[in-house]
Every structure is written in structure tokens, then in C-alpha cells.
């Protein structure tokens, strides 16, 4: 844990601990000597530098030799940094965190700073193996039609603008699809629609290449096929789509708004405040329940992790 430094960019970066190239070191080597793919998660360039120290110096004695090995995040990483990863055989995995917490970045660290975070462009330019995804749910939402409005419009998901031109769509979407298939080994296998490939395609409720940029975000499937099998279908499709899996825990919002909101979504009014259980902790008075001592955010206790069925909470 010594080698992970983490994104929260309403805090200072951390250091990583002085005893991180002893730490990673002997890790690295295992990986290497047993040809096991890798990937560690970095923010900062300042952290990458000093992994990438650690792996150069493996890498002379075990030759990393073509093994698939990859960085996370890599916001801040900086040209010097991008061409050593490429030296090396790796790749950069990205994902839209910086449509939830640029304004954060920029109140820390500027705007010019924010301009290129992370460096996509240079990234592709050098020719290292880049793959767009939303590291779902920890830090940004698991829609990837947000990562994509993200990477077209090079705007936050508040509005504010981070980088002076955005991604053609072209290129955002092969970041998703073909781009990503490299780091699960599964280059010419997926994500193109070809002979050969698996039957991996969806049909939209708009054309993405054409819709409005604003509208990108608010883009859905209507029908999902993974490997040739039909996952999800609606609209016009409902009749093929598989049998619904059960929402679990039953008290989750989900079971109630199901899906990713948009704005032309039914009406949420009905459904707020809405008990889907008994309670007996507050008995439904939603005043009793705003002054109430329950430990609800304790997520190691009992009503942190079940919390009370009634939203009032």
C-alpha cells in the first residue's frame, strides 16, 4: 500500500512513504519474473516518476520484454514520464473523475494546470496504449455516456470548461471500445464490429456521432448484445430483452429509480419521501428523523451498512 498515492483534490497530494521503492521493488520483480500482467493505481506524475524508477531498474535485470503492465489515472503525468512508460511497454488507462472534481483541481492547482488532465492527447501522440473507462463507483458515475461527454466537450459535468478542445468522437469512442480491448490482452478479439470479433454492439436512442454534444450524456441503450446474447433490451426491443435480475439489497433506491437519471425521466416527485418498508426506529415523522442520533453514516455499524427503508433517512 506504501505505492498508491489517491485523487481527493479538495486535499494536498501526498508523499508516498520513503520506503516505497523497497517495498514495491521485490512486488514488481515477482510480477516480472512470472510474466504477470500488472497495473498500479497513480495520480500524480510525481508518484509515476518514482515507480517508474522502481520498474526501470527491474526491467534491467528481468526485460519487461513485451509483459502487459499498466498505470490508472496518471492525471498529472508529464511528457518525460509518458515517454518512459512507452519505453517500457505500458499503457495508460484513464477515466473521468475529472468531470466530478475538476473544479477542485482547479481551485488548487489552476487552470492551466487542469488543461491537461490527464494528457490524452500527448498520451496517443507517443503512441502509448490508452483505455477510457469510469472506475465506477468510487469516484465518478458508471455511465460511460458521462465519460464520453466528458472527453468530446472537455467539460465537468458542472459545466465548468477544463481543456481547451476536446476529443473528436471518433477518437473518444475507440478509447472505450478498441482502445481498452489492449488491456485485457483481447486486441483483435473485441471492440470493433467486424468478422472475427466478438458480437459486442448497441443500438441508441440517438446517433452519438451526430446528436447535440450536450446531448451525449443523456444518450441510452435500447439494446445491448455481449457476445452475440442479448442483455438488455427497451422501447421498440422490450420483447427481447432477458429476464429482470432482482435488486438487491429490495430496499435500494434502485428498486424504486431504476437506472441512470435524465431529464426525460418520469418524475421523481412521487417517489420522494416514500417509505418502501416499515420502521420503527422513526415511525415515517421525517422531522424525528433529521434529528435523529441512528448512525447512519457509520458504514461499519449495522444502519450504516442496512440502513432504515424509509428515505425520510
Known sequence: FSAADFEDFLEPRPD???NM???LEPVVRHLVEQRWPFRLHATYDESISRMLDVFEKVDRDIPFNGLPWLFDHAET???RNIERVRALGGGIAIQH???FQGEYFIDRYGAKAAEA???IQRMLAEGVPVGAGTDATRVASYNPWTALYWLVSGKTVGGT???PQGLPRATALQLFTHGSAWFSSEQGKKGQIKVGQLADLVALTAEFFSVEEEQIKWLESVLTVVGGKVVHAASEFDKLAPPTVPV???WSPVALVPGHWSPNAAPLSASIHQCIGSCAVHEHQHDR???SSVPVSDHQGFWGAFGCSCFAF
Open 16 to 18: 508516498l512513504a520513503p
Open 21 to 23: 521503492e523497497a517495498d
Open 77 to 79: 503525468i508529464s511528457p
Open 97 to 99: 473523475r475529472m468531470a
Open 117 to 119: 488532465t490527464p494528457p
Open 161 to 163: 470548461t477544463l481543456y
Open 248 to 250: 438487491m439489497p429490495d
Open 289 to 291: 428523523a433529521r434529528r
